[in-house]
């Protein structure tokens, strides 16, 4: 299979051992938190290495008092944005990896039932308005009077489960708009038609997923896939 640079397929043994195992049908809710934890971190891991520099910060001692250099992320200013729901199944595993805290926001998006297309109804990415630009913005260029200075430089975007891709468009838009330079999204699952999708929204994108599926049904839902992710995720089987 052929793919966009900026798309990247994991090879590692364990994760793909551990995505054999949530195709499943007989894996428990629990195993699947696990497994769905599991396969972000290294997902994260291979990710970051890529996507992340190290950075100089100061000085510090050891329990020893010998001196040695501090070292940090570039970007510092890294955000997490999961969408809900199946989404927040990957937050614990990537906020663990960070050395530092960041801010975690959500995105609320849906799949309209006929259509498959995206619908947003929650979205609590912070806006704040450049201050000399509010205070006069007729003095300066107006694409900075809408400045946001809340925008982090790099968003993480998750999601489990990239089918036909509409979701994570919006999304990736959502943030692109919010004012991130960059987006890396990291997803378990994706459908080659959907994955595709996702990395064309915008060069800024780096997408990491686990494995691609061919097929995705008339329902929306990859084949063979893991079924519906965020049911088996929050034990809704059967809503």
């Known amino acids: 299979m052929s793919l966009p640079p900026n798309i990247h397929v994991s090879t590692h043994p364990c994760l793909q051992a551990k995505l054999s195992q949530l ?21 994260g ?5 890529k996507g992340l520099t190290v950075t100089k910060t100061g000085m510090d001692r050891t329990p020893l008092g010998a001196e040695y250099e501090t070292q940090g992320i570039d970007p510092a200013d890294v955000a997490l944005v999961p969408i809900l729901r199946s989404g927040l199944g990957m937050v614990e595993a990537l906020n663990s990896l960070l050395p530092t805290p960041v ?4 995105l609320g998006l849906f ?15 912070p806006f704040h308005r450049n201050e000399l630009s509010a205070q006069s913005p007729a003095l ?9 200075t809340a925008a982090a430089t790099l968003a993480v975007l998750l999601d489990p489960i990239i089918a036909t891709g509409a979701t994570a468009a919006a999304a990736i838009q959502l943030l692109r708009e919010w004012g991130v330079q960059r987006v890396i ?16 929204t915008w060069e800024g994108v780096e997408v990491w997923v686990g494995g691609v599926d ?26």
């Open 185 to 200: 999204m990291l997803s378990v699952l994706a459908s080659e038609e959907g994955v595709r999708r996702a990395a064309g």
């Open 140 to 148: 300066l260029d107006p694409s900075a009077a809408t400045t946001n």
């Open 45 to 49: 891991v291979e990710a970051f290495a």
């Open 111 to 125: 799949r309209e039932k006929i259509t498959l297309q995206p619908v947003e109804y929650y979205n609590n990415l």
């Open 103 to 106: 801010p975690i926001y959500h």
């Open 23 to 43: 195709r499943s049908a007989s894996t428990s809710p629990r195993e699947t938190r696990a497994l769905i934890h599991d396969i972000s971190s290294i997902l």
């Open 214 to 239: 061919g097929v995705v049904n008339e329902k929306g839902m990859i084949l063979p896939g893991v079924g519906d992710i965020g049911d088996r995720l929050f034990v809704a089987i059967g809503k």
